[in-house]
Each structure stands twice: as structure tokens, then as C-alpha cells.
């Protein structure tokens, strides 16, 4: 149970912002841009069943599946959802020509900049297949660009962008073979430039063997401001078997690097730095989907960082943009309206 105190601290912050002042903040993201082809499926055994059938008996089809298109990608959709905030918000990536058409229709409809896109490479690809009542995805990914995508593929414009940031978000570091240098070199190219930086690698297990140099190279330098994590990347990264203690392994991490800890759970987000902080999760009874959640996470506490909330309010709202995104029918990120209004019902204000 959020603490009423802390909600009504919150929201008297937020009803206070300048709406107009918000433009003035600029966030650069790179290097990845998805489509995803969500299939909205049964129970996992019952489907398997199913799909073993038809295959063994030659091929054919299974009728009455909803399924939708939607963008994907970490940093796409992080881009989209600050965006929503109020945020202005710019992508570098590369994809090709139907990635560009795509990602105008999804992001630049809704004002996301993507004038430094670059269509000289492939379109990446997610199939998420969501399992039951909680939505379980299993993803199939083909990375197309974001793949290979290095630090030499950034030119003067992306630099000049980066430079006149206030934040610089690198993610996917999971599905990049060039992550770790991408990341590394982006990282002082900001800092020397005065520029916030933020990571979020996703989920590390393909690439575990790789983990000591990620650490090594990006989480202990000393320019990275803030990683974001969940419980499966803290617990490689902290070398931690248990999940039963999760602050503490957050504790005994950030004892090796200098970057702010951002944590999210299903139970609860907490933020680790000089002090420890910790906000419960919003408990919500509808929930349509767990895809894009981290993401929509992330863009709430990106925006708390920018407009030097607390710990415990950036963490509110970055759980309140979440569980507005994964708790609406459609997968639309909410506006500072939304959240707002979601904050009072919630603790019934």
C-alpha cells in the first residue's frame, strides 16, 4: 500500500508543473526500434497441443487469435511514452525505408523526433506470444540493425543532438553485439559534454558470459549516472542466487559501482544511491499486457529525474506510468493528465 502522505506530496507536484516548461527538456535514445506482432493466446499447454497437432498432421491453421501491431523496442518506446509526458524526446536508430514509414506512423505522428533515423540498414522484428490471465510473453525476435548497430555509425548530427541534451538513454545492450563500446563511448562522449546518462541493458542471460566485461567497461565507469534494472538483471549483475533479498543485492552492486540503482519488481521499485529508497508497486486489477512496461517505467522515471523530484515521488510516478500503460485496453502511454488522474482514484483523493 502506497503511502497516502507521499501520493498527495506527488500529486501536488505534478498539478504544479508548467506544461509549457516541459519542451525545454530534450532526451536522446539509441540504438533500437521494433515492430512487435503481439498474439493474445490461451494457456500455454492447450496452444502447444494445438501447434503440435497441425504440424504433425501436415500444416494448417488456428482460427480466432487476436493479435495487433504495435512499435517496440526499448528505447522507441521509452521515446514515445516521455513524449506523452510532455517531454521532448529524439531516436537514433536504424532500420530501413518500412521501418522509417512505421515509425512515423507510431512516434513521429506523436511528435517524437525522428529526424536522425537512419534507413541504410534492416527492419527488427518481435513476435510476443501472451499467455493467459497474466499475460506471460514469450518474444521472438529478429534484431535486424539494432543487431550491430556501433558507435561509428553516429554522425555529426547525432553528436550535435547528444551534446544539447539534458539526458542520453542507451539501451538494449542484450540484443547488440557493438553494445558494450556503444554504451561505453556514448557515455564520455555525454559526460564531456555535461549530459546525464542512463542505461538499461535488458535482459543479460544470452549474453551472460559477456557480463564481467559489461561490467568492467560501462557499469563501474564513472560515466554512467543511473541504471535501470529489474529483478533478473540485478540478480546476474549482483551475482546473487536469491531473489529473497533484492535490496540487499542492490546494496552489495552498487558497492562496486558509481551509478544511482533504479530497481523495479513486481512487488515493489526501489532507488539506491547515498540512501536507499523504497516505494511499494501499485496494486491494479486489470491488466492487458506485461510488454512495454519497464519501458513506460523508465520513462516516468526519467521525467522524475529531469524535474528533480524525490526519490520516493520519481518512483511513484514512474510506477503510476506503468501501471497506467499495462492496465489501459490499448497500449497507449499515458499523458501527465492520465497519471494524474489515476493517482486520485488510486488513493481515492
Not at 511514452?81 to 514509414?101: P, Q, R, V, Y
Not at 540498414?121 to 518474444?139: P, Q, Y
Not at 558509481?258 to 511499494?280: E, M, Y
Request: net charge negative; proline share 3%.
Amino acid at each position: 500500500m502506497v503511502d497516502r502522505n507521499l501520493t498527495e506530496r506527488l500529486l501536488k507536484k505534478l498539478e504544479e508543473i508548467n506544461q509549457g516548461k516541459l519542451r525545454d527538456f530534450n532526451v536522446v535514445l539509441l540504438p533500437d526500434f521494433f515492430v512487435d506482432h503481439f498474439l493474445t493466446l490461451d494457456l500455454l499447454e492447450e496452444n502447444f497441443d494445438k501447434i503440435r497437432k497441425i504440424a504433425q498432421q501436415g500444416g494448417g491453421n488456428i482460427p480466432n487469435v487476436s493479435q495487433k501491431i504495435s512499435q517496440g523496442g526499448n528505447s522507441a518506446n521509452t521515446a514515445l511514452a516521455l513524449k506523452k509526458l510532455g517531454i521532448c524526446s529524439h531516436l537514433i536508430c536504424k532500420t530501413d525505408e518500412l521501418g522509417l514509414n512505421l515509425l512515423d506512423y507510431f512516434l513521429g505522428k506523436a511528435g517524437v523526433n525522428l529526424s536522425n533515423v537512419k534507413t541504410n540498414g534492416r527492419l527488427a522484428i518481435t513476435t510476443a506470444l501472451e499467455f493467459g490471465e497474466k499475460h506471460t510473453n514469450v518474444m521472438i525476435g529478429d534484431a535486424g540493425s539494432v543487431s550491430d548497430f556501433s558507435f561509428e555509425d553516429l554522425d555529426d548530427n547525432d553528436f550535435y543532438l547528444i551534446k544539447n541534451s539534458d539526458l542520453l538513454c542507451v539501451t538494449t545492450w542484450n540484443l547488440n553485439e557493438n553494445g558494450t563500446m556503444l554504451a561505453k563511448k556514448c557515455f564520455e562522449f555525454a559526460k564531456n559534454n555535461c549530459v546525464k546518462t542512463f542505461f538499461d541493458t535488458g535482459d543479460p542471460t544470452p549474453r551472460c558470459n559477456e557480463i564481467p566485461n559489461l561490467i568492467e567497461h560501462v557499469l563501474m565507469d564513472k560515466n554512467l549516472d543511473i541504471l535501470g534494472l529489474n529483478e533478473n538483471e540485478l540478480l546476474q549483475y549482483s551475482n546473487t542466487d536469491s531473489s529473497e533479498d533484492l535490496v540487499n543485492a542492490g546494496v552489495e552492486l552498487k558497492k562496486k559501482i558509481n551509478a544511482r540503482i533504479d530497481l523495479h519488481t513486481a512487488d515493489f521499485t526501489c532507488s539506491i544511491n547515498n540512501d536507499v529508497t523504497v516505494v511499494p508497486t501499485l496494486n491494479i486489477s486489470n491488466v492487458y499486457r506485461s510488454t512495454g512496461a519497464g519501458d513506460a517505467w523508465n520513462a516516468g522515471n526519467i521525467f522524475g529525474e529531469l524535474l528533480n523530484f524525490l526519490d520516493d515521488e520519481r518512483l511513484l510516478f514512474a510506477s503510476a506510468a506503468a501501471a497506467c500503460y499495462i492496465s489501459s485496453p490499448k497500449p497507449v502511454h499515458p499523458t501527465m493528465k492520465d497519471i494524474i488522474s489515476f493517482l486520485k482514484n488510486l488513493g481515492k483523493i
